[in-house]
C-alpha cells in the first residue's frame, strides 16, 4: 500500500489527471472513502487527463455514466444507492472484460459494496484528515503501481 497525502482538492484532481494520462484500457478504480472524502472530485480529475471536456457528475442516481470522448473511455460508477445483490445485477464485469463496450478506465465509487472483484484493480481509499486535508492509501493488486512515481 502507498499513501498519498493530498493538501488541498487540487491535489486530489491532480492525482486523478495523472491517472488518467497514464492508466491504459482496461484499468479499474475502487475508489471508498466517507461522504465528501473526494471521490467524485479524484474521478474528474481523471476524466480531465484522459482529455474529456464534457463535465463529470456523480452518478448516484443514474449509477453508470460514460464519457467517450477522450484518449480511451471512462466509465464512471457510483454505487451508494445499492445493496450488494443489486450489484451482481449490474454485471460490472462487462466494463473491465469489454463486452458490449469498448474498453476503458473503470472508477467505481462505494466499491466495498461490491459483492465480487475484478482480477486487477487499484484500490484508492480516501481519507479526511487533519485540517481539511486528504489522504489517498493506494493498493494495486495484480496491477502495476509505477503510476504513483509520476505522482510523488
Known amino acids: 500500500m502507498t499513501t498519498i497525502f493530498l493538501p488541498d482538492t487540487k491535489a486530489t484532481q491532480q492525482l486523478g489527471i495523472n491517472f488518467g ?3 491504459t484500457a482496461g484499468s479499474v478504480i475502487l475508489l471508498e472513502g466517507d461522504l465528501g472524502a473526494g471521490k467524485t472530485t479524484l474521478v474528474q480529475g481523471i476524466g480531465q487527463g484522459l482529455g474529456i471536456t464534457e463535465s463529470i457528475v456523480s452518478p448516484t442516481f443514474t449509477l453508470i455514466n460514460e464519457y467517450t470522448e477522450g484518449r480511451i473511455p471512462l466509465y464512471h460508477l457510483d454505487l451508494y444507492r445499492l445493496e450488494p445483490q443489486e450489484v451482481t445485477g449490474l454485471n460490472l464485469e462487462s466494463y473491465w472484460e469489454g463486452i458490449e463496450v469498448t474498453p476503458g478506465i473503470i472508477a467505481i465509487e462505494w466499491a466495498e459494496r461490491m459483492p465480487y472483484l475484478p482480477d ?6 480516501l481519507i479526511h484528515a487533519e485540517n481539511g486535508t486528504r489522504q489517498a492509501e493506494i493498493t494495486a493488486v495484480n496491477c502495476e503501481l509505477s503510476i504513483l512515481n509520476i505522482y510523488i
Not at 120 to 125: A, G, I, M, N, Q
Open 21 to 23: 494520462k497514464n492508466l
Open 120 to 125: 486487477s484493480y487499484l484500490k484508492v481509499c
